[in-house]
């Protein structure tokens, strides 16, 4: 079975040097590694070319297209039969191919998606967030995540991707989720959590609610064109209006008495609580399964980030829903501002 890796970059001179390095040290004889340049401005294309003598196939576009349009240019480059699709701020372990292959030994699989972490974990906000990331991910096993498949770390099928005409380039800022839920028309998407990479997360504030907002106004997007149902896409926003409409009754009930309020408000603080203190001993399971250091901010920073995310979310998909349309909010690539700090990966 042969791999083929995309790797899509866009100003990236700082990061792509670390991500080629982990690719060509994979321990799979055959493989193919595909860097895409989408146009960069800055020495993306000079950082790459130092590793054209390890294999590493460079692509250049000439106009800059996105996420999507720079991996299907990749796309008609590649023969492997397996696509991978992966970040320039990513490093992957050595073992990383041999974990797809054995996945798609199984009957029936036509895409494997893997979990991720953050390597920038000096950052108690970008610790924080990949802990929760890890909750959800690994522990939970995205059970609560109606897509298995990440950009960052995903294998499909060459045949089933050419099957639904490559990346949509429309879904600007959800084209692995749509391609998961496509996928699972035509064979069986599983999810590897032990299958995992490394990469930059946003540590501000601004940029963890940016990526969830147009994350959300991506699938508000996707969900007025089509209502597909399916409760695991309409949980999260089920939980957030549920705990907005209890907090607001248990409010209006207070002057009422004790009786008319207790209900509103055991709901009201055990979503609340769903959503707070449930990651703060998760997270402590979370730290010392992966022996790192025990840390009462990153704790306690658990106890505020699954509000604000999910706010964030459910925001964006109102908004994307309601008064949404496609190119209204178009970054590029990734946040200008946030870009300008970090690395944020998507």
């Given at each position: 079975m042969k791999f083929s890796i995309l790797v899509p970059a866009y100003n990236e001179e700082q990061s792509i040097a670390s991500c080629?390095?982990?690719?060509?040290?994979?321990?799979?004889?055959?493989?193919?590694?595909?860097?895409?340049?989408?146009?960069?401005?800055?020495?993306?294309?000079?950082?790459?070319?130092?590793f054209l003598d390890k294999g590493v196939i460079l692509v250049r576009r000439e106009k800059n297209g996105g996420r999507a349009a720079a991996l299907n240019t990749?796309?008609?480059?590649?023969?492997?039969?397996?696509?991978?699709?992966?970040?320039?701020?990513?490093?992957?372990?050595?073992?990383?191919?041999q974990k797809f292959a054995s996945c798609f030994e199984r009957q029936g699989v036509v895409a494997v998606g893997?979990?991720?972490?953050?390597?920038?974990?000096?950052?108690?906000?970008?610790?924080?967030?990949?802990?929760?990331?890890?909750?959800?991910?690994?522990?939970?096993?995205?059970?609560?995540?109606?897509?298995?498949?990440?950009?960052?770390?995903?294998?499909?099928?060459?045949?089933?991707?050419?099957?639904?005409?490559?990346?949509?380039?429309?879904?600007?800022?959800?084209?692995?989720?749509?391609?998961?839920?496509?996928?699972?028309?035509?064979?069986?998407?599983?999810?590897?959590?032990?299958?995992?990479?490394n990469t930059t997360y946003p540590d501000t504030w601004s940029g963890i609610w940016k990526r969830k907002f147009y994350w959300g106004y991506a699938m508000g997007?996707?969900?007025?064109?089509?209502?597909?149902?399916?409760?695991?896409?309409?949980?999260?926003?089920?939980i957030f209006l549920g705990l907005f409409i209890s907090l607001l009754t248990f409010l209006a009930t207070i002057p009422f008495g004790m009786n008319p309020s207790i209900i509103p408000g055991f709901i009201f603080f055990l979503l609340l609580g769903s959503?707070?203190?449930?990651?703060?001993?998760?997270?402590a399971i979370v730290m010392v399964r992966n022996r790192e250091r025990m840390s009462l901010k990153t704790l306690s920073l658990l106890a505020v980030l699954p509000i604000v995310r999910e706010f964030a979310y459910v925001y964006g998909m109102v908004l994307g829903f309601c008064k949404g349309r496609v190119g209204s909010i178009m970054p590029s690539w990734k946040d200008k501002a946030n870009h300008s700090e970090h690395r944020d990966y998507r």
């Open positions: 080629l390095n982990s690719l060509v040290s994979v321990a799979y004889d055959d493989k193919e590694i595909i860097v895409v340049d989408d146009a960069s401005t800055d020495r993306t294309v000079q950082a790459v070319e130092k990749g796309l008609k480059r590649a023969i492997g039969d397996v696509i991978i699709t992966t970040d320039a701020d990513t490093v992957v372990p050595s073992d990383w191919l893997g979990a991720y972490q953050a390597c920038n974990k000096d950052k108690s906000l970008s610790c924080a967030t990949s802990i929760l990331d890890q909750i959800l991910n690994v522990v939970f096993k995205k059970s609560l995540i109606p897509n298995k498949l990440s950009g960052v770390n995903s294998a499909i099928r060459r045949n089933a991707l050419l099957h639904f005409g490559g990346f949509n380039e429309n879904s600007w800022w959800s084209e692995d989720s749509e391609l998961g839920w496509k996928l699972k028309r035509t064979g069986k998407v599983v999810y590897d959590p032990d299958n995992v990479v997007l996707k969900f007025r064109e089509q209502m597909p149902f399916n409760i695991k896409l309409w949980l999260r926003p089920l959503l707070t203190v449930v990651y703060i001993p998760l997270g």
